[in-house]
């Protein structure tokens, strides 16, 4: 579900490890591109998607799409299509898929956040769960029967 605190969370979390010393990176996957926001004192970053657009995938670099923010923790935004048009979970794919061709695991980090969208439309959106990207999930949700829902799906 959507406005429940997600991204608060997940850049609150990413904020006292990062405090604590630990290597943090945070990857926004929501097409809005507001993941990161907290973490970069309330600037919007280019997205991997909108940089790819501009550049092209081979001339791309790394030092390009990783933002520091607060506490040294690293920001990605993956970005995505306007509403109704494209395929954002493809975004997703893309944009990991560049990250991992840029040498973005050479920068060991102790923990990579993925804040992923809250109504998952499609399984594009899932690729950090289900791609072993991730060893652990978290999911952030109201008491509201549908956001419940969704998050059992």
Do not use: W
Request: aromatic residues 6%; positive net charge; contains cysteine.
């Amino acid at each position: 579900k959507g406005g429940i605190g997600k991204s608060t969370i997940s850049a609150n979390i990413a904020a006292v490890l990062g405090r604590r010393g630990k290597k943090v990176l945070q990857i926004g996957c929501d097409p809005k591109h507001d993941s990161t926001r907290l973490l970069l004192h309330g600037e919007r970053i280019t997205t991997v998607l909108d940089y790819l657009k501009v550049t092209g995938p081979d001339r791309c670099i790394l030092s390009d799409l990783v933002h520091e923010g607060a506490f040294g923790v690293h920001c990605v935004e993956a970005g995505g299509p306007e509403p109704g048009v494209g395929c954002a979970g493809r975004g997703i794919l893309t944009t990991f898929e560049l990250l991992e061709r840029l040498g973005i695991k050479q920068n060991n980090y102790d923990t990579i956040i993925y804040d992923v969208l809250g109504d998952v439309v499609c399984g594009g959106f899932a690729v950090p769960i289900r791609r072993d990207y991730a060893k652990k999930v978290y999911i952030v949700t109201s008491g509201e029967f549908m956001a419940i829902y969704a998050a059992n799906n």
